[in-house]
């Protein structure tokens, strides 16, 4: 009894600590880069922002599915990881160099069907973090199966400000919406480069059929559980973008920024450290039932005031940040603050 109780007293304190880590790490890359993002709306305005908009949101539907969600397996998986890093890292790296060509190819028309062709470079240039990610879907597992979150900060901190310091410079010397898909981009690379440095375990590449099989049938729910999420979140995204043009989903992203953010800050961190916790769990029901629970009393109690807050004063707020060339995004933020709190 007693050896049980303290195998559950070390993983309710790894868990404290990483969870502490992860709130850390979100409230340094919101609160540290908020005068920024200020800063580039005001100076880069509406219609500019929106071509970047446009870019963010093929990147975010690329993502989803890049490499299959099978990286979370080496966060639920009951052996030794490190008989699968190989085939993960393998099959990553291959989908995302699949997604980012596809991407390269259908870049002019999907940029044209949102009403912004001169975004197609932007495209192209910020679907590259794609390819990035490729190489840290086994990194990123390892650390939070090790409730090593405390490495994963750092590796954010430094490429999130090494990529906002570009995006300023280049912003400031006219680059546009380009200015924000470079930064983007670079600053990925950063991370990935501290990630794999950090990683417990080598990047390693192989391939094994039936380790593949098992993986896939265990990733492949998660992918489509992961393209349902993007669906219920961003296809609004594509509507706007489709039918009313860049400009008005600028607008339209700056109001759901807005109205995330209690998600951001309060359910983020928990959804990065939740998998390991409940992975640990998951042969003693009850634990995991209490967890779960808890957990969901706790993030209703944190988020849901401020998501009424922010739809209640949606104008006010706008108005005061961002200038009043930007209060249109007011209308629709008020609309989606509740969103992020369901999710």
């Known amino acids: 009894m007693k050896r049980g109780k303290h195998r559950n007293n070390t993983l309710a304190a790894k868990a404290s600590r990483a969870l502490g880590w992860n709130f850390v790490n979100t409230a340094l890359s919101r609160l540290g880069t908020l005068g920024i993002s200020i800063m580039l709306a005001r100076l880069l305005g509406p219609h500019v922002f929106g071509a970047y908009a446009v870019a963010l949101v093929a990147l975010y539907a690329m993502q989803t599915f890049n490499e299959l969600g099978m990286s979370l397996a080496i966060v639920r998986w009951e052996a030794d990881p490190r008989d699968i890093i190989p085939t993960i890292t393998t099959v990553s790296v ?3 160099i699949v997604t980012y060509v596809g991407c390269f190819w259908i870049a002019p028309a999907y940029a044209s ?3 912004a062709s001169s ?4 495209v192209r240039v910020l679907a590259l973090a794609i390819l990035i990610d490729g190489f840290c ?3 990123v597992g390892l650390l939070q199966r090790r409730f090593q ?3 994963a900060t750092i590796a954010t901190q430094v490429g999130n400000w090494t990529g906002t310091g570009l995006t300023v410079a280049l ?3 006219h680059y546009g919406a380009m200015s924000l898909a470079i930064g983007q981009v670079t600053g990925s690379l950063v991370v990935a480069i501290f990630l794999i440095a950090f990683a417990p375990e080598s990047l390693r590449f192989g391939f094994d059929p039936a380790k593949a099989r098992a993986l896939l049938r265990f990733g492949l729910p998660l992918s489509g559980s992961a393209l349902i999420t993007f669906a219920v979140t961003s296809v609004d995204q594509i509507v706007v973008g489709h039918m ?3 400009t008005s989903l600028a607008f339209f992203v700056l109001a759901f920024n807005l109205a995330n953010w209690p998600y951001n800050m309060f359910l983020g961190p928990v959804r990065n450290v ?3 916790v409940f992975s640990r769990l998951q042969h003693d029901q009850p634990a995991m039932r209490s967890a779960f629970l808890s957990a969901a009393r706790i993030l209703t109690a944190v988020s849901l005031p401020i998501c009424l807050l922010i739809g209640g004063s949606a104008t006010a707020l706008v108005g005061f940040v961002y200038g009043a060339r930007w209060l249109p995004a007011a209308g629709s933020g008020s609309r989606r603050a509740a969103v992020p709190c369901v999710r």
Not at 119 to 122: D, E, L, N, P, S
């Open 119 to 122: 975004a197609t470079g932007v």
């Open 137 to 139: 879907n086994t990194p």
């Open 171 to 173: 912003a400031l010397s």
């Open 94 to 96: 291959a989908v995302s």
């Open 149 to 151: 979150q405390g490495k």
């Open 244 to 246: 009313l043009g860049p």
């Open 113 to 115: 069907a949102m009403g």
């Open 274 to 276: 939740a998998p390991a």
